[in-house]
């Protein structure tokens, strides 16, 4: 069966598939799982009749797809499955048009959303998707895992802004549906069901996303406050005196701040004192004179309110982006403790800092020698948290992960905010999920997957 498949696979896409000694060793994983697995093939097509045509071969001979983008995602939804063939997204890529008029960009899943950033600047527009991942994550990618990021307060998550979709069905179809209108309720909205589904219904050929005016002020701070209660009084402030303005309201307790800033190199500490918890705030405005001037009015009233005890107040891009490096310094952790697990939780806003509590014991007490570092995108309702044990070269992540899911649960929020499922947190899934809800998740796969051959054991 696998000559088979490879030789309909080399006679349909000659120089785009890839097998044996050729399968380049990124193929075999994606970001931080820890074991590759070899597919039998690697197929690159670089058009969307190619990608579908690998879904159709794969389909006639009952072998696994796996869609790889950028290979950035954290939960192991594009690691091979074994005997798979690996459909990767890398040489699908280009903007294919931006429409000033409809403020839109039609653009190939496999274009790093960095390219799609950029394209829009040069076009005066604005792409509002923004993450740490930008420069590696593929825009196909983004849509699968409903990325969320820095600006979700005010733009929403990935799905929010996409007006059409491109779609390469389990069994080959491809199914267009490049819509540009922000208004189209004829019949279901098909492109909801692809995004967030993290490549187990279709691969995202082509996307049709939402561009927006170009800010023309970006202002940025980092402030340290005394406890939660003041970054609640913060929130609410911002969100009543900023309006529409704020763009990113990040959180990052002492144990993740003083870390990052203290002992990797690379970071700059933005604060000279040491504070109970600390804001990256960012606004983002179209009056280059008034709206800086209104953004340091309303800090300064904080100030002098005592709800903020310093702040610091980016008086330049480069500042800005060394504020941004330290709330992204996540990645650079490792160096320090070692492997961690990687948490992307959900809570209610007001319950954040209970849980942090709660958890830093919880781990204490059951795993000692346990460090946790607690940030993310608070007004969201999302946390990230990192948990290693240094000094131990292989840390027990699964007692680790049985713990903060277990609390998650608990606390009735979410196992995942925006990094989606994939296999790492599978088995957690009836945590966050009525069983109702994943038995029509398993109707909606068997639909569209009778045969389970595309990204099979991700999700449900
Ligand atoms: P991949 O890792 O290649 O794939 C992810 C999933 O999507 C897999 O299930 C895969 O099968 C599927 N897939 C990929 N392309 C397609 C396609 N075209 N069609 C169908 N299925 C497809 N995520 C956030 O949400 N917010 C953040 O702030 C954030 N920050 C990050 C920072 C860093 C440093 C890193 C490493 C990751 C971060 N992530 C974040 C996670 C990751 O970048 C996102 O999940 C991203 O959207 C994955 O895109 P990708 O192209 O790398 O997808």
Redesign the pocket.
Known sequence: MTADVISALAAELGNEILFGDDIPARNKR??NSPDPVCPIAVARPAMPEGVAAVQRICATHGVAV?????????CG??QPVAGCVALS?ERLVGIEEIDPVSSTMTVR??TTLEAVQKAAAEAGLFCALD???RG???V??????N????RVIRYGMAREMVLGIEVALPDGTLMTSLNKMLKNNAGYDLKQL?IGS??TL????RIVLRLFPQPAATMTAVCGLADYDAVLRMLAGARQTLGPLLSAFEVMWPDYFDTATRRLPSIRRPLAGDHGIYVLLEAQGNDPVSDPRHFEAWLGGLLEAGVVEDAAIAQSVADATSFWDVR?A??EFKALIGAFGSF?IGLPVDRMNDFVRICQSTLSAELPGCASFFFGHIADGNMHIMVGMPGVATPPLKAIDEVVYRLVRQHGGTISS???I?VKKKAYLPYSRTPEEIALMKTLKAALDPKGIL?PG?VV
């Open positions: 994606d970001w796996v869609p790889q983008g950028g290979l950035t995602g954290l939804g594009a997204l899943a496999g993450l740490g991942a590696s994550c593929s196909g990618g983004n849509l699968s895992t990325a969320g990021g820095n692809f993290e490549g279709g691969v995202i050929t992204d996540g990645a992307d925006e990094h989606g994939g990204n991700k």
